[in-house]
Structure formats: C-alpha cells, structure tokens
C-alpha cells in the first residue's frame, strides 16, 4: 500500500536525521536533555504535520514562480501558533529551547518536505509523509537528547538514573557531545542497512 | 506587466489570511503570556523574601519595598551582571539588619552543567542568611567571604556574588 509506504519512510529508511540529514541545527541544540529535545520533537510535529497538509491543499493555487515565499508564509504562520502556545501554557519549556522555537521556520526538513513532497502530491500522502517524518525526527533527537543527558548529567527527563558515583561526563551536554552522539547513531543507521541490503 | 501583479495579489492575499490568523491567535494568548511572566516574577520575589507579603515597586523592574502589612521589612532588587557567556539576571532579598534573606537567578545563558548550575539551590541558598561582608566567594576573601564557588563555574559564580555584594551595598543605609 502507497500510503503506509509514506507514512513508514520517515521512520528508518529516510529518515529526517540519519538520512536525509536536514533540520540539523536544532537537532544539535535542542537535544542537552531528553525533555528538551522531546519539547523540540513536539513544536516540529505540529509545523510539520500542520505545513505539510496545508501545503499540499493549496498547491494548485500556488503559482511556481512564488511558492518559495507562500511556503514560507504557510510555515511561520505555524511557527509563531506554536511559539506563542508555549509561552502561554509552557513557558519554562518555552525558555530553555529558546531562540530555536522561531527558527523551525528554516528547518530544511519542513521546507525540505514542502518543496519535495506536498508540494506535488494530495492531502493525504502528505499527512501520512509529514506524520512518517515527525515521527522520526521526534524518535532520533528524544533518543539523542537521552543519552546525552544521562552521559552528560547521569539524568533522563530530569529523573537521576545513574549511581550517585557516576561522574557525569560533561562533554556530552555541550555541543561537541552532540556532534559525537549523533556521529555514532549515523554510524549504527549505516551499519543496520548495510546487514539489510547485504541479506537482500 | 499583468502576470507580476497577479503574482504580488496572490503573495498578498496569503500574507493577509496568515496575517489575520495570528492576529486573532495573538489575542487568544497574549493575556496569557503577560500573565504568566507576572506570575514568574510575583513568585520570585516571594521566594526571596519570604516574611513579607507585598512588594510595591519602587523603581520599576528592579526595585521593590517587602512590606509585611503596613510596616517595611526590607528590599527586593534585581541585579543583571555579566557572566561568563552572557547577562545574568537575579533578585536578591535585603533585610533592615542588613542580611540577604534570599537570591534566584531568574535567566542566563551559563554553559549548561557548569555556568548554569548557579541556578540550582545549593549554590543559591548559600546567600540566604549572609551579611554583606560575608557576600564574596571563600576563594576570594578567605576571611570573611562564605560562597563557596561552583566547581570549574568560578567566573559565573564570581558574577552573581559580587552583583549581589554591590546591590546589596547600593541600597544603603541598610548596613
């Protein structure tokens, strides 16, 4: 079925991240605790989710020459909705994600989709592309944020879960832990395909 | 000619849909996010005075009176030094016999697991209690000073103590 296709690529096999590997600035910052990066997760499957359908609605009004800046629009329309949301009902998440809760407007990912995928198919497969990316760009950056932070401060969502003798190795919660976490998580997606394509 | 106008027509009428969604939004919120800034800070300034039970400003945003019932018990003041990567901002509670009855840092922009743990109560609650001369970390004035400072954070920590030493001192007459 073409549709569970859509939605399940997002997943794995093209996933936003380890893939396709756009949207990595705010896959970088976000992720120094497990919180903050399921905070990021959250903002970015609404902009995603809400873009992609709207996108893909209005795509036979969009003249070719302009639908840059309509797509642009259409996205920080959604961006500024779910900036403003988290002042108002969660401000200290709003805080600590700070500046990088008004630049998913340039997350390649959301343009990225906007412009390779909705822009050219129906409502629904764009539904089910927007929820498929989400989802693994969520699943990635919560699962990076994770580790990071309990590596970095021996904490997951703020719970402690390592001994209290656990030096906490603080690199991991500054930038280039990222870049480290992240590099590994590639290598691994690298290595699971490769055992894939190998049986195939 | 006619093509490039049909192109600004259609840009403008989506910028107008989009601007008029968020204007309505915009108002759905706002009292909101005013609220909860004014909620962040009412509460701040009780956690740093706790015998009082009302702060009237007396210079906006960074100076309030701690009155309990009619009577002036102290000072709330806000102090913004220069950390190690950025402004630091906190309220500070002064008493009339001249002891710190509280410190909250309120925002920074510390390094995360260093800087930033300036934030957390163990350094924080450290203030509480301390005379002015006692407001400078141990490393710097091994007689009287009794902060000790975050490990590997010491200019953050050097940043807030004397912010607080000097706001503490600038209210005068409350030696």
């Known amino acids: 079925m073409k549709l569970t ?4 690529k997002g997943f794995f ?3 936003p991240i380890l893939i396709i590997m756009l949207g990595l600035c705010a896959t970088l910052a976000c992720s120094t605790s497990a919180t903050d990066a399921l905070g990021m997760g959250a903002a970015f499957t609404f902009v995603m989710i809400g873009s992609n359908v709207v996108i893909s609605s209005i795509r036979k009004l969009v003249p070719n020459q302009i639908r ?8 920080s329309t959604f961006v500024t909705i779910i900036d403003y949301s988290m002042k108002a009902w969660a401000p200290a998440l709003s805080r600590s994600l700070g500046v990088f809760v008004p630049l998913i407007v340039v997350n390649c990912i959301v343009m990225g989709r906007a412009e390779a995928f909705a822009g050219k198919n129906g409502v629904l497969a764009s539904l089910m592309d927007g929820i498929g990316m989400s989802v693994g760009f969520t699943a990635v950056i919560t699962l990076i944020g994770s580790i990071r932070e309990i590596l970095g401060n021996g904490t997951v969502f703020g719970f402690q879960v390592m001994p209290s003798v656990y030096q906490p190795i603080l690199i ?11 590099g590994f998580f590639m290598a691994a997606h690298k290595r699971i395909t490769n055992r894939k394509g190998g049986a195939a | 000619m006619k093509d490039f106008l049909r192109l600004a027509l259609i840009l403008f009428l989506f910028c107008g849909i989009s601007a008029g969604l968020l204007a309505f939004f915009n108002q759905f919120t706002r009292e909101r996010i005013e609220g909860q800034a004014l909620s962040e800070k009412a509460e701040a300034l009780r956690t740093v005075f706790p015998d009082a039970d009302s702060f009237p400003e007396t210079e906006p945003g960074r100076r309030w009176d701690a009155m309990k019932g009619q009577d002036r018990i102290g000072t709330v003041f806000q102090v913004s030094p220069m950390g190690y990567s950025g402004q630091i901002t906190a309220v500070c509670g002064l008493d009339k016999e001249g002891r710190i ?8 922009t510390e390094t995360a697991g260093l800087g930033a743990k300036i934030t957390t109560a163990a350094f924080q609650d450290q ?8 407001i400078a970390l141990k490393k710097d004035d091994a007689a009287k000073g009794a902060i000790d400072a975050i490990a590997a954070a010491t200019v953050s920590s050097r940043a807030v103590t004397r912010a607080v030493r000097a706001g503490a001192a600038a209210q005068g007459g409350t030696k």
């Open chain 1, 5 to 8: 296709q859509e939605l399940t």
């Open chain 1, 13 to 15: 096999k093209e996933n």
């Open chain 1, 68 to 75: 840059i800046p309509l797509y642009i629009v259409v996205i």
């Open chain 1, 172 to 182: 991991f919660i500054l930038p280039p832990g990222a870049f480290l976490v992240l």
């Open chain 2, 101 to 108: 009855t509280g410190m909250r840092v309120l925002s920074h």
């Open chain 2, 127 to 134: 203030f509480k209690g301390k005379t002015i001369d006692q």
